[in-house]
């Protein structure tokens, strides 16, 4: 059973390793570098509380997800040997969302107690490294429109036909290692700290297609926004700034499952969730490719 899955950003990474694991032969391409955009550009903030505003499918799966991921980094660094920066790092809830287990802090304040950070360039990394050991072929700079095998996974994010691009911005700062221990957030500006004491702040939200120009008002609103909520930040430099393509959808929700009755599967749309939801997506794609070829 040969897979092709078009598309090495976190999401096909994620499914190619968990399909090698079902029995099927899988090679990823990519057009560029395997976890080279949206994937490398992303925070990481495992954090469904804030992003899902009432009870949805996808709000479930992000609230299972999140569930999923202290299992899955832990299974991932077994299979590939590599250190993967995650930590659990409860946050307080501005609101009760369904479906998210919350606890009281006192005061009539609640904390979100599961929510979580990690950083997405060392779960691609990982995910590389331990499909690579169950046989996974990757392939870069191989821009993919027709396939061949028995089936083929479509995660090309941001330029999936029926997606588009929400471009953002990020900036680092450096402070001291474990000086930020949870997630700071107000709206959608928000603070994490990777545990190198690499401190990362976002993010704005711009419709402008592919382009990647550093846009520096974006950067200054973001700089102007997280200091205003972390008074530290202040006066220490902004270390870089970069931006990527989050893949919105037409009905803002991710896009996963079956074209019809073919052997194409899509996983695109994760928008604003995609390192948040590949540990369910990869799972879901296997629950219904695996069987349909035989497998599982
Ligand atoms: C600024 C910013 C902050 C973010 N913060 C968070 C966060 O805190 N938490 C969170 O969960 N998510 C966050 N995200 C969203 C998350 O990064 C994305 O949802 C996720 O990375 C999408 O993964 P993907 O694999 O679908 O897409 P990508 O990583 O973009 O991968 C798609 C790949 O497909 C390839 N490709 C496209 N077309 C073709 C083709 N025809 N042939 C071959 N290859 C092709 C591309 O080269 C690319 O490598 C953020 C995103 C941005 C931009």
Redesign the pocket.
Known sequence: MQITV???????CAAAWRLAQGGARVTV??????????????????APGGEFGEDSRWGRLGVESLGMYPAFVAELEAASGLRIDFRVCRRVATQRRMGIRVEAMGSGRWWYPDEAVVN?RDVVAALRVAGQRLGVEFEEG????TWEGDAVVW?????APGGFPVK???IRYHLAPGSLPRIIRRGHFYVLQRATGETIA??DMEQVGFDRSLRAAAVEEIRAAVEAMVPELRGVPVEEAW?????GSATGEPVVGRRGDSREWD??G????????APVTARLLCDEILPSLGKG
Do not use: C, K, Q
């Not at 550009?41 to 495992?46: I, S, T, W, Y």
């Not at 931006?243 to 893949?247: H, K, M, S």
């Open positions: 078009v598309g090495g950003g976190i999401v096909g391409r990519d057009r560029g570098r395997i976890g080279g955009e949206a994937s490398w550009a992303g925070a990481g903030m495992l997405p191989v821009e993919v429109s995660a090309t994010g941001a330029w953002g911005h990020l976002g993010a931006n990527g393509f989050r893949p996983a695109y994760h928008f604003r969730n995609g390192i948040l939801l």
